[in-house]
């Protein structure tokens, strides 16, 4: 019997689509995680972690692959969830209404396969799984609640040493015009010009704090420099952001653009659709997302956002009380 996760050479595709029994079964686990996001987030983090291991081998099998050697995309879409009652879209992210589903609270099993759930105090209120859906004040900001600009290329808090290793996007309505965009580490490689290469893995590249994190930090502070890649060259990690980051020499601001203009060119878009959750390799991909429009009446596009890390350990000075909440004063 072939197994995805054994066999390491095995290729993770970007879509694993559930069958109708792996669907009800995971639905079911769902419907026991009972503690609630907002109100008990460590309590919830702990029953969602324990009902990863009633996962069914071959989602479980698709989750440590994506996790061992990536997808051919970045992301890896479980399609097919149910999603269960749904309240109208909220107009901001302020209630963590999403993370109260029946598709989030499966998200969140599905998340614990990977890691742990972590929130950030300055992301969407540090809930673990945030409200993502358009606000008409932040309509053309470069920030999750945006819609009417494409969303820059970006890695998710690439200024923060804590930044989270997985983003897990559970959509709960779709929207035909806003694609969610990845583009791998390894795939740069390919298009880059070989004597640029090792400039890459250079640390020539200095970037500012994203402005959601205003009410805690100086956003104007430069952080770095770094490398925008590092790691080994078969399996590189990357850090890229197009709005923060600057390059600290004319070539390697001309590089930053270069690697840009491959992310435009080069990058895999999916279009979420209702019972999708997408993973996002965090280390290994760049992602961003299209423009669309919103028309703010309730039926919007609304996705529930959640963060994963491998080692809870390492932010636990972060973490008072040893909480699921990382404190903006150390991102």
Avoid at 117 to 140: C, F, S
């Amino acid at each position: 019997m072939s197994s995805l996760f054994l066999d390491s050479s095995a290729h993770v595709p970007t879509l694993f689509e559930l069958p109708a029994p792996q669907r009800a079964a995971l639905a079911a686990l769902g419907a026991r995680l009972t503690a609630d996001p907002v109100t008990e987030p460590d309590a919830f983090g702990r029953q969602a972690r324990l009902l990863a291991r009633e996962l069914s081998v071959e989602v479980t099998e698709a989750l440590w692959a994506f996790e061992e050697r990536g997808s051919d995309s970045g992301v890896l879409v479980l399609r097919g969830l149910e999603v269960g009652e749904l309240p109208p879209t909220p107009a901001d992210n302020t209630g963590g209404i999403g993370g109260r589903t029946l598709l989030a609270r499966q998200q969140a099993i599905v998340s614990h396969a990977l890691g742990h759930m972590v929130g950030y105090a300055a992301e969407g209120h540090g809930h673990l799984l945030q409200d993502m859906v358009p606000n008409a004040r932040l309509a053309a900001t470069q920030q999750s609640q945006g819609s009417r600009v494409e969303l820059e290329a970006h890695t998710e808090q690439c200024f923060s040493d804590l930044r989270p290793d997985y983003v897990v996007l559970g959509c709960l309505r779709g929207d035909a015009d806003a694609a969610t965009y990845a583009f791998r580490a390894l795939d740069l490689l390919a298009h880059v010009d070989p004597t640029d290469v090792m400039e890459l893995f250079r640390p020539l590249w200095t970037t500012l704090v994203d402005e959601s994190f205003a009410d805690f930090l100086d956003t104007r502070e430069v952080r770095g420099p770094f490398s925008i890649l590092s790691g080994d060259v078969d399996d590189p990690t990357m850090l890229v952001d197009q709005d923060l980051m600057h390059g600290i020499t004319k070539h390697a601001q001309a590089l930053l653009e270069r690697v840009l203009e491959i992310y435009v060119a080069h990058r895999h878009a999916v279009v979420l659709q209702p019972g999708d959750v997408l993973l996002l390799d965090n280390l290994r991909a760049m992602h961003g997302r299209s423009p669309f429009a919103p028309r703010f009446d309730g039926t919007d596009r609304f996705i529930s956002r959640g963060f994963v890390v491998r080692d809870l350990r390492r932010s636990r000075f972060a973490r008072p009380g040893g909480n699921r909440v990382v404190q903006a004063s150390f991102s």
